[in-house]
């Protein structure tokens, strides 16, 4: 649909606003460890992490394959129904001993990011677990790069030096994965959520599609290398705001012409196209830390400002719009100011 600033019968904006929310986008749960004693700010707990399986079970969505829902979806073939993916990062043990058994028992597919250089170290699976579950019906092992380093370009970093850091990380995590498992899925998820557009570049040359840690449904407008997914840890994915995020819709633009999120201004600003089928009294938009902020649309064009500075490295802002039925257009930024401290 054109970004543009028409004056509309109320009637036909419900329409066009209905017709974005009856379409089926792809929801994508991030999980790190399922457990009671990693933690938290990393563990969703093993009874919620039931209670969550749980409400998609009573919600009926369907819970598909990563790859094969990411495909359908951004090629506009998923029907109309929210459909939910599963995903877990770095591989940790408890994902073996408490999540995968729960999960075999639904049969539900869920994929596994898998830095290679930690399987087999505390904490983490062995390559024998990792290849007990890749056996498995409906599960995935993918890339989460070889030694989970910050592989956005660093700052004084010459572009030979960062090329041939991403290459061997990128590379050799995807051809342990081929030797041990067979040939790997052309999937990666960022560590830590970071990435530029060099970055997504080195993605769309090798044909992999990209995954972050900012939040939102994925839509077909949305860029190949900047797929957003839920976090799910006990911070973020409590029940009481669970299927609001289950039914969340992919906010209606082209998310490649975001900007990658590397900041040059504290804080930044965002700037996106209003849909006409939206309205900007209905639009509410949160910065991580300070909540509610505000924001002006000019010519139809949204610019949003946190008011007071960030101290992180990573911080986000999320907007929202009623979509209908409940459901919301979800869109979240996440910013990366590369002058604060590596974790």
Request: charged fraction near 20%; aromatic fraction near 10%.
């Amino acid at each position: 649909m054109p970004f543009r600033t028409l004056v509309r019968p109320l009637a036909l904006l419900s329409m066009m606003v209905a017709a974005f929310a009856a379409r089926a986008d792809l929801v994508v749960l991030q999980y790190h460890h399922v457990s009671d004693s990693t933690p938290s700010a990393t563990s969703t707990s093993v009874s919620l992490f039931e209670g969550q399986l749980d409400m998609i079970s009573e919600l009926g969505l369907e819970v598909v394959g990563l790859l094969e829902g990411t495909q359908q979806t951004l090629a506009g073939e998923a029907g109309t129904d929210n459909r939910i993916a599963i995903t877990f990062d770095d591989a940790y043990k408890s994902v073996y001993t408490e999540a995968a058994p729960l999960l075999a028992s639904t049969g539900y597919p869920y994929t596994i990011f898998v830095n290679t250089q930690a399987v087999g170290r505390n904490g983490y699976m062995t390559w024998a677990q990792i290849k007990e579950l890749a056996g498995r019906e409906g599960v995935t092992i993918a890339n989460h790069s070889a030694d989970h380093g910050h592989l956005a370009r660093k700052p004084g970093e010459a572009e030979s030096e960062w090329q041939t850091r991403v290459a061997n990380s990128l590379d050799s995590a995807q051809k342990t994965l081929d030797n041990k498992l067979g040939a790997a899925a052309p999937l990666f998820a960022y560590p830590y959520g970071e990435f530029d557009q060099a970055l997504e570049q080195e993605l769309v040359a090798r044909g992999w599609f990209g995954y972050g840690q900012q939040s939102g449904a994925i839509g077909p407008e949305y860029a190949t290398t900047r797929l957003p997914r839920f976090p799910m840890a006990n911070a973020y994915g409590q029940l009481s705001s669970l299927e609001t995020k289950l039914r969340s819709k992919a906010f209606p633009i082209d998310t490649g012409k975001l900007p990658d999120g590397v900041i040059s201004d504290n804080p930044p600003t965002l700037s996106f196209p209003l849909d006409s089928g939206m309205s900007a009294g209905r639009l509410t938009c949160f910065a991580s830390g300070q909540g509610r902020i505000g924001f002006d649309v000019v010519d139809g064009i949204v610019r949003v400002k946190a008011s007071e500075p960030f101290s992180s490295r990573r911080f986000r802002y999320n907007c929202t719009h009623p979509a209908g039925g409940g459901s919301y257009y979800w869109l979240s930024q996440q910013w990366l100011d590369l002058s604060r401290p590596e974790d």
